[in-house]
């Protein structure tokens, strides 16, 4: 026996072998995704066996699609109940722009999948009735910035209890930015089980107590560090 394993080899690494189903993938050949990121290899297929993952990588990796892709082909097995308003997949990032970017880009990696899913985000500077409107009847992904998220936690437009899967997109920048008692906060509205997916490219002390906080043996993926 040889201990060479051929078939794992990245070069041989197609979005199809990670697990996703035709649909995505036909999408990611529309979009002239040809090969995953180091990140979409370790990060997809550990999201999809619903691990907990703490990712470490540099801006312009490919975390978007590591983290929505298994996302998207979660939410098509039906895991939200659509009579109230709830969420199954919650995006927690720093910035209203980033808030935009994001759900922009799961919409589109989700396109031959909708209409059946919902997709939506929430950010300050926009009006709160137009969100909770958009909100009515559930969200299977939810884009948001931590304190809009809680007004709209606060006013019922949102219910937190039944999330299957949180995101922290750039942890760093979000505890930089000062959002620290948001996420205790929202931490509190969730369910004791569920999925978490922490991404920073930094891993400063304070990044690094989040994480000891909301993770139990994550699975640790390292791709490469910001310089
Ligand atoms: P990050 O969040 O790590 O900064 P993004 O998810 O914003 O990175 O992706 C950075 C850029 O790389 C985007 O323009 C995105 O369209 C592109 N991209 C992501 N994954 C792939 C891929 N597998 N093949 C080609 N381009 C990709
Ligand atoms: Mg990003």
Do not use: W
Not at 65 to 90: T, Y
Not at 92 to 103: G, I, N, Y
Not at 180 to 186: F, R, T, V, Y
Not at 201 to 218: C, G, S
Request: proline share 6%; with cysteine; net charge positive.
């Amino acid at each position: 026996m040889t201990q060479s394993c051929p078939s794992s080899t990245p070069s041989t690494v197609t979005f199809s072998s990670l697990g996703l189903i035709p649909e995505l993938v036909q999408r990611l050949t529309e979009l002239k995704y040809s090969i995953p990121t180091p990140i979409q290899v370790q990060a997809i297929p550990a999201v999809l066996s619903n691990s907990s993952i703490l990712g470490q990588a540099k801006t312009g990796s490919g975390k978007t699609a590591a983290f929505a892709l298994p996302l998207l082909q979660m939410s098509m097995k039906g895991r939200r109940k659509s009579k109230d308003n709830n969420v199954s997949s919650l995006i927690l990032v720093p910035t209203r722009e980033l808030a935009q970017q994001v759900a922009s880009s799961i919409q589109n990696y989700g396109r031959n999948l909708l209409p059946r899913l919902k997709i939506e985000a929430v950010y300050g500077g926009q009006s709160v009735n137009t969100q909770m409107l958009a909100l009515r009847g559930g969200v299977d992904i939810l884009v948001a910035t931590p304190g809009r998220l809680l007004d709209l936690v606060s006013s019922n437009a949102i219910k937190l209890d039944q999330v299957k899967s949180l995101v922290l997109d750039e942890a760093d920048r979000m505890l930089s930015l000062g959002f620290h008692d948001e996420l205790a906060k929202i931490k509190s509205l969730l369910p004791e089980q569920k999925q978490i997916l922490l991404f920073s490219a930094t891993f400063p002390e304070e990044v690094k107590l989040l994480a000891d906080h909301l993770l139990h043996k994550p699975i640790m993926i390292n791709v490469e560090k910001q310089e």
